[in-house]
């Protein structure tokens, strides 16, 4: 089993801020951890990461959230918990230095956002050789050409 890496102060501001929401609004946890685990991936794969499926799934996203809510409500942690002083450095981040916190809260947003900005098609396909192999680029590429056919009749991609 590949070894996951350690977890950022960004994501643990991150996963801190959304359970501070979570019990604001009364969302479900189960949907809270969805969400953060799907950000996070997002943060790493949009930061040219290669992730597995474990990497910062709901399990593990759960459990980090479970410890940082026990490190917000004073209760001990779960035994053996390695970084226990970095869940407690965290919180007490929050509450004695919100600027700071919220810094790290903005660099996790703009992280895990999307960026589709001067992306163009010929680095998206670029992007797709690289991930793929050429037989499933050459069946992608002719998919791509029966959508374009399909909802742009008449006008061609550049590259398609």
């Known amino acids: 089993m590949i070894r996951q890496p350690k977890w950022t102060e960004i994501e643990d501001a991150f996963v801190l801020d959304a359970f501070l929401k ?84 903005q660099e996790a947003q703009k992280m895990s956002n999307i960026q589709m900005k001067g992306i163009t098609e010929e680095d998206f396909w670029n992007w797709l050789a690289e991930r793929v192999s050429s037989k499933q680029l050459s069946e992608f590429y002719r998919i791509a050409q029966k959508i374009n056919n399909f909802f742009l009749p008449g006008q061609k991609s550049s590259l398609i």
């Open 22 to 105: 979570m019990k604001a609004s009364g969302m479900k946890r189960s949907d809270c951890v969805q969400q953060v685990s799907s950000q996070l991936r997002a943060m790493a794969i949009n930061h040219g990461m290669k992730i597995d499926d474990t990497f910062r799934n709901e399990t593990g996203v759960s459990r980090q959230m479970y410890d940082l809510e026990a490190a917000w409500t004073g209760r001990p942690l779960s035994s053996a918990i390695l970084g226990s002083k970095h869940f407690e450095q965290i919180v007490n981040l929050y509450r004695t230095d919100r600027e700071t916190f919220d810094q790290l809260l």
